[in-house]
């Protein structure tokens, strides 16, 4: 027999201190539970307030601690006995579907809205200190929950939680302001839509767009390659709504019977909704209903865009039954029954505007076409970086395979060995940025030069990463009748040095490049005995530049920051020279600047 586990001493020294707290009781001590590996305590909080229709002065919670405490999340459940049943802000969908002791609304106590204050200070990592906390902060969300104060006018939209299916689909739209606007003069509020899927992958379903008949047609959502290549197209049913799907305070529907309800409260009747579409829908590889709802960026402003939530409409039936001819009439009397448990899509908004509020490139850059020559280690880099900041339209040309050497400093993996280093790249970021559209032509540049000449044209950014003769002179040879930003850059030996030269122009100058940069080529040939350098492989003697993938990814950082300065502030010509500090000392520094 296993002896009992025994609460650590910080752990007992943190519920001692509860004590101290007047709305504090203490009914169930501590507990461990094996398959939540967690110490569970129940407790009840009473306020000194009348409390309201949904929440009694009077109500008991379970709280969860993990064994490290002071560390650790802590979480509070309203206990299913004598706990809160209704969902607010600032917590999750309070339900009680695994039929626990406690329901599933855990509260959000590590936010920082403004009625709950300041989030978790250092000073609440000592054992005293930080269940304490969480049970004073508990009692404030009651308190501001009673009161209807729990979100400030200022405070972010926060959407209410839908309930989780556990489904391994997502369900994807692009949705920004601007489509909200036409929105505005669409009358239709219900139809069928087209998404966009993998049928033999199923787990990505993405909005494709809408077709209105007798007010034209809406724009589709747009994505990039990676997602437009989808080879399937599937049917759903849409309904959109003037208000946020809630029951009140801020219940998302968890069946059938609550579905109905909030679409009555919008003038919808769910049954003769799907009486009009669900047949068109029900073979379909997922029979889906998407629910759209305008929502705003803070609580006090206007509504901004639309958010679609999605719905999957389980176990319809395919084909007639010999006791139902009327195929909806059975799914709604059998199936679709108010009792039913509702499966909620994870749906997500991947407009790019969403999806780059954790950091993008200015506008400048973000909108501008880019042609990306070279894509080895520098060039891999950034691309790489060019695409994750926001940048969807770029082409990247190499010729070259990718092999085992190049894998030390690369974004490609093994598994690319053998292949085009272009082709591979762009199949790479169309993964990495759903808005991606980049393309990969696998010739070396005089080929696309003489095949694609008015391709060469539309670009409006041309970046080398090549440092090759002959490519800059080909370059030099072009008139371009709309002007264009050049940018050619290198790195030197160890990769200790970056040299960029950039110019904007109707043509590149290879004259000018050559007169900043061959001075310190000589310089480097002063620094270092090429014949020392390292050979790869067997056979005819082919020297390399070692270098860190460190020291690559400063560098290749350095060349966008420098790369968005230039095109916000653009010279004739400008040519500067990066270098990692000596001595000991980390950073790199800028060291020569020329300018025209």
Not at 183 to 199: E, P, Q, R, V, Y
Not at 364 to 369: D, W
Not at 513 to 539: A, S
Request: charged fraction near 25%; hydrophobic fraction near 35%; glycine fraction near 6%.
């Amino acid at each position: 027999m296993n002896p009992q586990k025994i609460p650590p001493e910080s752990l007992l020294k943190g519920r001692r201190a509860l004590e101290k707290i007047p709305e504090y009781l203490l009914l169930d001590d501590l507990k461990w539970y094996k398959d939540d590996k967690r110490w569970v305590m129940k407790c009840r909080l009473t306020l000194d307030t009348e409390g309201n229709e949904h929440i009694p002065p009077t109500t008991d919670w379970y709280i969860h601690i993990p064994d490290q405490y002071p560390f650790g999340d802590i979480k509070f459940y309203p206990s299913e006995e004598n706990g809160i049943t209704s969902t607010y802000q600032h917590q999750q969908l309070n339900s009680n579907i695994s039929q626990k002791l406690w329901r599933d609304g855990k509260l959000c106590l590590d936010t920082s809205v403004k009625s709950l204050g300041q989030v978790e200070p250092n000073s609440t990592y000592q054992s005293e200190n930080r269940l304490a906390w969480y049970v004073q902060r508990a009692i404030g969300w009651l308190t501001n929950a009673i009161n209807n104060t729990l979100n400030g006018d200022n405070d972010y939209f926060e959407l209410p939680d839908f309930l989780d299916s556990k489904s391994s689909s997502t369900f994807i739209f692009s949705e920004d302001n601007n489509s909200y606007q036409l929105w505005k003069n669409i009358t239709l509020t219900s139809g069928l839509t087209d998404l966009l899927i993998d049928k033999k992958n199923p787990t990505l379903l993405a909005l494709y767009g809408f077709n209105f008949k007798k007010q034209g047609y809406f724009p589709r959502h747009e994505y990039g390659v990676n997602i437009n290549k989808f080879p399937d197209k599937i049917k759903a049913i849409w309904v959109y709504l003037n208000t946020v799907p809630v029951i009140e305070p801020w219940q998302t529907p968890t069946n059938y019977f609550e579905l109905r309800e909030v679409l009555k409260k919008n003038s919808f009747d769910f049954n003769h909704i799907l009486g009009m579409y669900l047949d068109m829908i029900r073979k379909e590889a997922k029979s889906l209903m998407i629910i759209g709802f305008p929502i705003k960026k803070r609580i006090n402003e206007d509504d901004i865009q639309i958010h679609w939530q999605a719905l999957e409409l389980k176990n319809l039936l395919k084909k007639q039954d010999k006791g139902f001819k009327n195929l909806t009439l059975h799914d709604l009397t059998y199936t679709l029954t108010n009792n039913t448990q509702l499966t909620w899509l994870k749906s997500e908004n991947w407009n790019e505007k969403e999806i780059s509020s954790r950091g993008k490139f200015k506008e400048s850059l973000k909108n501008k076409s880019i042609l990306l020559v070279g894509v080895g280690a520098l060039g891999s880099v950034v691309a790489e970086l060019l695409v994750r900041g926001g940048i969807s339209n770029i082409t990247l040309i190499d010729p070259d395979l990718f092999n085992m050497g190049n894998a030390v400093r690369h974004t490609l993996t093994i598994d690319s060995i053998s292949r085009n280093k272009a082709e591979e790249v762009a199949v790479r970021l169309n993964k990495a940025n759903p808005q991606a559209k980049v393309c990969a032509v696998k010739t070396d540049f005089s080929s696309f030069v003489s095949e694609q000449l008015a391709k060469l044209e539309s670009y409006e950014v041309i970046i080398d990463c090549t440092a090759n003769r002959e490519v800059l002179m080909l370059l030099e040879r072009q008139r371009f009748f709309r002007p264009k930003i050049f940018f050619s850059a290198s790195l030197g030996i160890e990769l200790k040095k970056l040299y960029i030269f950039s110019q904007s122009g109707s043509n590149f100058s290879y004259h000018k490049y050559e007169e900043q940069m061959e001075p310190w080529r000589k310089k480097q040939e002063e620094e270092y005995d090429i014949k020392e350098l390292p050979k790869e492989g067997v056979g005819c003697w082919n020297p390399i530049f070692p270098g860190r993938i460190d020291s690559l990814f400063s560098m290749s950082g350095i060349m966008i920051k420098s790369i968005e300065s230039y095109i916000i502030n653009p010279k004739t010509i400008m040519f500067t020279v990066f270098e990692e500090k000596h001595d000991g000392e980390i950073g790199i520094e800028q060291v020569y600047k020329h300018e025209e």
